[in-house]
Nanobody
Framework: QAQLVESGGGLVQAGGSLTLSCAAS????????MVWYRQAPGKERESVAI???????TYAGSVKGRFTISRDNAKRTLYLQMSNLKAEDTGIYLC?????????WGQGTQVTVSS
């Protein structure tokens, strides 16, 4: 059974840093594109960073230069390094695994940035 478990969220002051992790099990991790989504209060869920199975990365404009997505296929773990955090980065961060014919979601981890 596929499972994605996020960790690393918390409360941080503006300008601070956090690193999120997403541990995958029950899937062949290396063949999936992995995505970090953000669900902010009162806003639609948005994709903030993507890493393909081949290691190519894409970022939302609002986080470019501040967030870094990476993956460790041997550990079946996805990461999101976040720096220079802003109040508008507050939200639930969800891990997503996708390939043709399959999509899986984690439960999310809360990130709160105080200004």
């Amino acid at each position: 059974q596929a499972q994605l478990v996020e960790s690393g969220g918390g409360l941080v002051q503006a300008g601070g840093s956090l690193t999120l992790s997403c541990a995958a099990s029950g899937i062949i991790f290396r063949v999936y594109s992995m995505v970090w989504y953000r669900q902010a209060p009162g806003k639609e869920r948005e994709s903030v960073a993507i890493v393909s199975s081949g290691g190519f990365t894409t970022y939302a404009g609002s986080v470019k230069g501040r967030f870094t997505i990476s993956r460790d296929n041997a550990k079946r773990t996805l990461y999101l390094q976040m720096s220079n955090l802003k109040a508008e980065d507050t939200g639930i961060y969800l891990c997503n695994a996708q390939k043709l014919g399959a999509v899986y979601w984690g439960q999310g981890t809360q990130v709160t940035v105080s200004s």
